[in-house]
DNA sequence: GACATATTAGAGCGATTGCTCCAATACTGA
DNA sequence: TCAGTATTGGAGCAATCGCTCTAATATGTC
């Protein structure tokens, strides 16, 4: 069944995390990202159809890690899921450069293949969903306010002060979470928002 | 005294900033910006030095800007500050645009010629001043604590949000500036911070 | 008008990049 | 052992980009 494979997709996925996430996008060459592994650019594309489509992988798996954990803690309580970028940040410094220091339409110029728009699709409707179900428990509807205080305090907060350590190259510490709790609960309903 | 500019430095500064702000800073090639103007190549390189030096000189440009309303707001009142990033992003769409979904180090590559990398130190040196000038006032002493508190409210909080409607190409809406008193109350101390 | 000069005008060079293409290679199954 | 094939390995092509260089052009001064 032919040789057998010396790299791994995960490998250059792995390795073009690692690139951009020091040097940013434009950074990530054809042949940085192979010899940072010390592959030959032919076995690039035989695992990926192109640049873009690679990059399309990445932001996506970083997409999924992150949004994984969120709605998980969503679904409990949305003070959790507030902190739960912090942790997410300090496990995954390297995604979270990407995540929070670029944009998708940063990374990639064309078109994405369709399986990964249907992969990017599915994704954006989880979220919005998930968030959606909780503004409801939180403060009873769904209003354009309500959304737009939730997301600050779950998500726009968070990222926010944690963007800042990270272009820095540093890590947050441990009193940005009071931060960010005293700020939930300012601009959160006081009731349960469970 | 030789022939009379057709264009003037700011022609270029104000089509460079135009075009990234729509395209990111990848769509600044050098014929993108002649042609935006209709001027020739050579003319950009008549006034600036390079490619990197004119970004360096955007890129001040927009951090003068927004930093001298900041500045001017927080010598009376935090809070003022914190709204003022508000107000300055609606006069400003396009500088904010850049100022707040870039980094400088993805803008520019290359070192900046003396005399911008003056100027820069100065502005730094300038917001650096009237940040720890403020902690003292509002805290009565500057700790790392405190210090991330302020920066916090002052910076992180409105521009974590504004970055989300800059994105999709939207313009933050009335209600945002309540969220942003909300978290600058809950989160600085309750006396004058005058 | 003649000269000096500041600026426009744009062809084109060297370097880089994404990607292609063809060989070489190592593994599988019979 | 030999055919079949998946994968490595890398030379090189076409396109693009930042930038240079020389000529043309318009303006001020005598």
Redo the contacts between chains.
């Keep these: 069944m032919g040789r057998k494979a010396h790299f791994q997709n995960s490998d250059f996925l792995d390795a073009a995390i690692r690139i951009i996430a020091e040097g940013?996008p434009?950074a990530l060459t054809i042949a940085a990202l192979a010899g940072q592994i010390h592959a030959p650019v032919g076995s690039v594309y035989h695992r990926f159809p192109s640049r873009d489509a690679l990059l399309a992988e990445v932001w996506l798996g970083i997409i999924e890690s992150f949004q994984d954990d969120f709605i998980k803690k969503l679904e409990e309580d949305g003070l959790a899921a507030t902190l739960a970028c912090l942790q997410w940040v300090r496990q995954h410094p390297a995604e979270a450069r990407i995540l929070l220091?670029?944009?998708m339409?940063?990374l990639t110029?064309g078109r994405w293949p369709p399986e990964l728009q249907k992969r990017a699709r599915r994704l954006k409707k989880d979220l919005h969903d998930a968030v959606t179900a909780f503004i409801k428990r939180a403060f009873g509807k769904v209003t354009?306010?309500n959304t737009?205080?939730a997301?600050?305090a779950l998500?726009?907060?968070p990222?926010?002060?944690i963007?800042?350590y990270l272009?820095d190259n540093r890590v947050p510490?441990a009193?940005?979470a009071d931060?960010l709790r005293?700020?939930y609960?300012?601009?959160m309903p006081k009731a349960k928002s469970r």
Excluded: H, K, M, W
């Design positions: 940013g434009g220091l670029y944009r339409q940063d110029t354009p306010e737009d205080r997301i600050f998500y726009d907060a990222l926010g002060i963007r800042r272009s510490p009193a940005v931060l005293e700020t609960n300012a601009v």
